[in-house]
């Protein structure tokens, strides 16, 4: 098939890469040249497993970056991967939908023939129909179910695993309202991975489809609140509360993934995706307590982690090991990790902070351009009066002697990483 997808950050660039490793024909389209360059050179613009390999084999022959929407009249249909941003109320920002969703229906204007455009973003219920419906069918002078069809089929990637997850999900979400012809062309569209592994596919409505995107995230992000919450009342009886989750994990009914509890969730989704879902029910009127509550909760862990730290070290004026500054292991990306909070708790405290991560310290500078930063967790250990684990890179799992270099050592775990060793102080963060 000819597919195009509009933006290439990390929802578009993973999925137009894997179309294409599917044998689709895939345009990318992006308003940033450089980023069209550098896929065309068979570069991928984001750091992601396996993307490099796929864009480097496909780009600038089945998989063509593009500024021009035009090639959208040259694909049979347009996926949406563009930014939902959360304004400050934590209400979401469509402006980019709204003006990618007015550009593809422009260059639809020029189209014969039936075309589906299918929304990847993360939208509130109800937006598709009553937001981006409205200008798709102004702006190409067609209208909805008849000359045009527009879908809902939202993205369950997870970063550091995105070419996997796409390759081969736990389901494919359509909703098209039953439009059979958008039903279609998304069944040809997957056929391959879901002939291949046999992925279940919900078809469903186009709100539903919206709603089943946020329902996901807020679960999750509250399982894991809700394993934080047993392991804080873990640690305060002294009970072990990973032996606890692998025990009740057993259960089918609680299931043993997103059971580690510690310093919480960070990253661009579940926060985003909680406070936007939680924002929206608020102002139809809704109180979404739980979510509310698997906030603060979140909202605690780091300044719990410090609190441990502060029974054992006074750290004004002390040298202070972060470990991990990335959101999660695998990805660069910091945005709302957990060591943000962390390290601004810890200059409240007037300690000296000394950051190390493998791969999110160009991306930590520029968020704190004056704290240290080591280049290599024994760098970081040298001297410092305590040392906190805010990522489970793998790298931490090795760590032994390095921590005897330590002025004071005490290490704050974060992650359940840490070995423990012979006249270091450790405490687990929830056990
Ligand atoms: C998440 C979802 O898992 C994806 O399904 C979804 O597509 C994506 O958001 C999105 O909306 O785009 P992601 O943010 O990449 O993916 O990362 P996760 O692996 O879900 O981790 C999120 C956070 O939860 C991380 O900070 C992680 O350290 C934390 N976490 C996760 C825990 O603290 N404990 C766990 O047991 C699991």
Known sequence: MQVSIVGSGYVGTTVAACLADMGHEVYNIDIDEGVVEQINDGQSPIHEPGLDALVSAYGGSTLQATTDYDAITETDLTMLALPTPNEADGGIDLSAMKAGIESVGNAL???????LAVVKSTVIPGTTETE?????ESASGKTDGDEIGLAVNPEFLREGSAVDDFMEPDKIVVGTDGDTRALDL???????????????????GRPEAEMIKYANNAFLASKVSLINDLGNICKEFGVDSYEVADAIGMDDRIGERFLRSGVGWGGSCFPKDVDAIRHAAREAGYEPQLLDAAVSVNDQQPERLLELLDDHVDVSGERVAVLGLSFKPGTDDIRNSRAIPVIERLLDRGATVVGYDPVAMDEMREQFP???????????????????????????????????????????????????REGVTYEGLTW
């Open 109 to 115: 204007r020029e189209k014969d023939g039936y075309h």
């Open 132 to 136: 981006l419906k409205p200008i798709l």
């Open 186 to 204: 998304l069944a040809r569209l997957y056929e391959p991975i879901v002939a291949d592994w046999d992925i279940p596919v919900v078809e469903t």
């Open 370 to 420: 004056d704290i240290e930063y080591a280049s290599s967790p024994d760098e970081a250990l040298d001297g410092a009066s305590g040392a906190v684990v805010v990522t489970d890179w793998d790298e931490f799992a090795a760590l032994d002697e390095e921590f005897d270099a330590m002025a004071q050592p005490v290490i704050v775990d974060g992650r359940r990483i840490i070995r423990r």
